[in-house]
């Protein structure tokens, strides 16, 4: 009997149209009903049976950093099918950091799983991944990991800047810059309407060293990105040369079966948190490292990111850690200058979706060149990583700081806690001329962890009270269980772990208590004795917050803490052996 054209398993290759047949009982049945609703949008037999790329749409009108999305997909789409291969674009959740209520990252875990459950469930050979703002980029590589396809990611690209009264501003540490400006009365509303218009020059995700483009980097790094994927600002003809390339490296790794668990090896995550600390990079990157990573059975240890970091300088000048925006950094050169300086400390047998290990990327890079933003190993912007892993009695599962962005002279210091019981507790008293506060206490901010908010909002950058901000004061030491952007700056302590709302150590915390930062020792203290900590604990205990239905309803009893990567326990692989 001669082979059919629908026999699901007459092929050399079970690949494309073939893959994932719907259950109808009748495989053969199920392709002639796939075919033929497919040549119902005006498809040929040859180009069904080509390599299928899925390519995931995040295209939103509520999502302006991913605004070029209709022009990177049809340069993605060109790549493709010079490649040989068939582009087949599906849409998925996407998520943008000013219109996601309570917080974007509360709806990071289910667009990873919109984006694991749509790969598999959809007929593709690989996948290309189009991410940029914030919690897009670490949701798809976590959904991507899951569902053990060849992927690639591809970046949207950063925004542009604009320019206040001839000073160049860009998203969005100069949004909090002016936003601080005003709430001190140094402008008026005017001015600030004025610089609103000029904060997001373009489309594209924010212009600094922000969660955004720490993610970029941090692609680029792990090798799940074309090289020089990272930087191209979005409205450039480099950002869509990249896309191009990017399709027609996906045919690649659909041929080469180069599935992404070996380019998301140890090693990956190694470099990853490297380029993490000399970047200066956002502190969110390690929460969605250790997510992403999980997805795989791999874990990120705190105590080795702080032995990178007193070893990992801060290379890149850029802010809100440096000087410059990331559209300096592309015209430096990229991610190849950064990798070329911090090769020594780099994991170069680590593969990359072009089928080469990063060390032979880097080679290929090719010299460098005379630039001011990435500094030399000799000459860094900060001599230790951008990031310090704190522990102590506050903190027994760890929480971090920002050096790179916090004032040298606040990085030791002892002061009363000043007791913020939550967000609505913060929003109701900070700016009250009565709060009982001077500039050497430290403000403390219970209930924004995973748990608690919920979703680990970015409200750990409390703003200073205004009645210090009105006397001058730009910083204040600032603790909580919650994140803050990127973007932002100061003596942040956040991510402590466990959070308040399981009944971490925080919960405990009065006004008036004293409380120890020491950065150079890694320290968060707590300065009551044990047995006080112990019956405060007694007379109010914690009931951890539960919902009624819905996703609220799975997010409360699934998410993990911040070292876990607040990812859903359920979602996490099976630990790997030896990691
Ligand atoms: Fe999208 Fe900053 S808001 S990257």
Not at 516 to 543: F, G, K, Q, W, Y
Request: charged share 25%.
């Amino acid at each position: 009997m001669s082979s059919s054209p629908f026999d699901p398993d007459d092929s050399a290759d079970t690949g494309g149209m073939r893959k994932g047949l719907t259950s109808y009982g009748d495989q053969g049945f199920s392709l002639f009903l796939r075919k033929a609703f497919i040549k119902g949008a005006g498809f040929t037999d040859a180009a069904l049976d080509r390599p299928v790329i899925g390519i995931a749409n995040t295209g939103s009108a509520y999502n302006p950093c991913h605004g070029n999305a209709p022009q990177l997909i049809d340069a993605v789409k060109r790549g493709v099918m010079l490649a040989g291969g068939l582009p087949m674009e599906f849409p998925t959740i996407s998520i943008h950091e000013s219109f996601a209520a309570p917080t974007s990252m509360y709806l990071r875990n289910l667009m990873s799983m919109d984006t694991e459950e749509m790969i598999r469930a959809q007929p593709m050979d690989a996948v290309v991944l189009i991410g940029g703002c914030d919690k897009t980029v670490p949701a798809q590589l976590m959904g991507a990991a899951s569902a053990g396809l060849p992927a690639i990611q591809l970046i949207t690209g950063s925004m542009l800047t604009g320019s206040h009264r001839g000073e160049r501003v860009g998203a969005c540490t100069d949004c909090r810059r002016y936003w601080a400006r005003f709430r001190a009365e140094e402008i008026d509303a005017a001015e600030t309407a004025e610089v609103n218009n000029e904060l997001v020059a373009s489309v594209g995700t924010c212009s600094v060293m922000g969660t955004a483009s720490t993610m970029a980097c941090l692609a680029e790094a792990m090798g799940m990105t074309v090289p020089g994927g990272a930087s191209p600002p979005a409205v450039t003809a480099d950002r869509i040369r990249i896309a191009e390339q990017t399709g027609a490296q996906a045919v690649q790794i659909a041929r080469d079966r180069l599935t992404i668990d070996k380019v998301l090896t140890p090693a990956a995550f190694e470099n990853a948190m490297r380029v993490l600390l000399a970047i200066g990079g956002s502190t969110n990157g390690i929460v969605h490292l250790a997510a992403i990573a999980g997805r795989m059975g791999l874990d990120i240890d705190l105590a080795t990111l702080d032995r990178m970091g007193r070893e990992t300088p801060v290379l890149l000048d850029l802010k809100p850690s440096g000087q410059h925006y990331m559209e300096d950094f592309h015209a430096a050169g990229g991610m190849a200058t950064l990798l070329r300086e911090l090769k020594p400390l780099l994991r170069l047998d680590a593969l990359t979706v072009t089928g080469r290990m990063l060390g032979e990327e880097i080679e290929r890079a090719g010299p460098g060149f005379k630039q001011d933003v990435v500094r030399s190993i000799a000459k860094p912007i900060y001599p230790q990583g951008g990031i310090a892993v704190l522990r102590g009695n506050l903190a027994p599962g760890g929480a971090i700081i920002k050096q790179s962005a916090a004032d040298a002279q606040l990085m030791e210091h002892e002061g009363r806690a000043v007791v913020f019981e939550n967000l609505e507790d913060l929003a109701r008293r900070i700016d009250s001329d009565d709060l009982d506060v001077t500039r050497d206490d430290i403000l403390v901010l219970k209930n924004i962890g995973p748990k608690g908010a919920p979703g680990m909002p970015e409200a750990g950058y409390m703003p200073i009270p205004r009645k210090l901000a009105r006397a001058g004061v730009k910083d204040i030491v600032r603790i909580s269980d919650g994140r803050m952007s990127g973007t932002a700056f100061g003596t942040i302590v956040l991510h402590v772990t466990p959070e308040s709302a399981v009944g971490g150590p925080l919960a405990h915390v009065r006004s008036g208590d004293r409380i120890r930062l020491s950065v150079a020792n890694r320290e968060l203290s707590l300065l009551v004795p044990d047995e006080e900590l112990a019956r405060r604990a007694r007379e109010c205990p914690i009931t951890e917050p539960t919902a009624e239905r819905g996703y609220r309803k799975l997010f409360l009893q699934s998410v993990t803490q911040a070292d876990q990567g607040a990812d859903f326990d359920f979602l996490r692989a099976p630990k790997k052996a030896g990691s």
